[in-house]
């Protein structure tokens, strides 16, 4: 099963609007992290947040992580249409270990 | 994608057939992982290798199996190619892993791979 669930699903937004995605997830992890995957292409590190960290942010990117929820979110801000890619969280399998499960994925359409 | 290549790009195969599957890297790094994608399953974990001829299973796993002779190299293999296995294979590598120095994997490009 997966570890991490990403919500929504799909997401289409206006230009410059703000997109936020969820993440959940089941057991406790040492790190999570996001990814961007364009069509056709494989994935690209976003970010990677701490379990003893809130909050991480990477230019247009903020990343919170909620342990006692289980939650992480992202929040792109001022999209733009090249954002549009699908959008994954993947934790470690097991606490301390090299093994990422990654969730299902929110696809982000931002329209021009 | 530097430093990882994965070949080939696109394969048609037979049902039945073994087809292998390869990732290259030119980083150094120590680990190296074989990834499936499916529409609605999202990535899922077949191997990994943790060091030269240091390879365990992931969550699927069943009709795989791996080889690492080399740091560079890290072979896929269906051992029987059956129609479940049409999918996009991605090999993904990353560096020595420690709580402060951490940051994540680095993808190939995927292979395309039809079973029919």
């Given at each position: 099963s997966q570890q991490g669930e990403e919500d929504p699903q799909a997401l289409s937004i206006q230009e410059g609007e703000n997109a936020t995605m969820n993440c959940s997830y089941k057991t406790s992890i040492n790190n999570l992290q996001w990814y961007r995957q364009n069509s056709g292409r494989g994935l690209v590190h976003l970010i990677l947040i701490r379990s003893n960290e809130r909050e991480k942010h990477s230019g247009r990117l903020r990343v919170t992580l909620d342990t006692s929820k289980k939650s992480s979110s992202l929040l792109i801000t001022a999209?733009?249409?090249?954002?549009?890619a699908s959008y994954f969280c993947a934790t470690d399998a097991t606490s301390g270990t090299y093994k990422y499960i990654f969730g299902t994925g929110t696809r982000l359409k931002v329209l021009a | 994608d530097a430093g990882i290549t994965q070949s080939p790009r696109h394969k048609v195969t037979e049902t039945g057939t073994p087809v292998t599957l390869r990732c290259h890297q030119t980083?150094?790094?120590?680990y190296m992982y074989w990834y499936r994608q499916d529409p609605g399953h999202g990535l899922r974990l077949i191997h990994y290798s943790y060091g030269v001829k240091d390879t365990d299973k992931g969550?699927?796993?069943?009709?795989y199996s791996v080889s690492r002779s080399k740091t560079e190299d890290f072979l896929l293999t269906l051992e029987s190619a059956t129609s479940s296995q049409t999918s996009v294979y991605f090999c993904a590598i990353s560096e020595s892993f420690t709580e402060s120095a951490y940051y994540g994997y680095t993808f190939g490009s995927g292979t395309r791979l039809t079973v029919v």
């Open positions: 999209s733009r249409a090249a954002d549009t | 980083e150094n790094h120590r969550e699927v796993s069943d009709g």
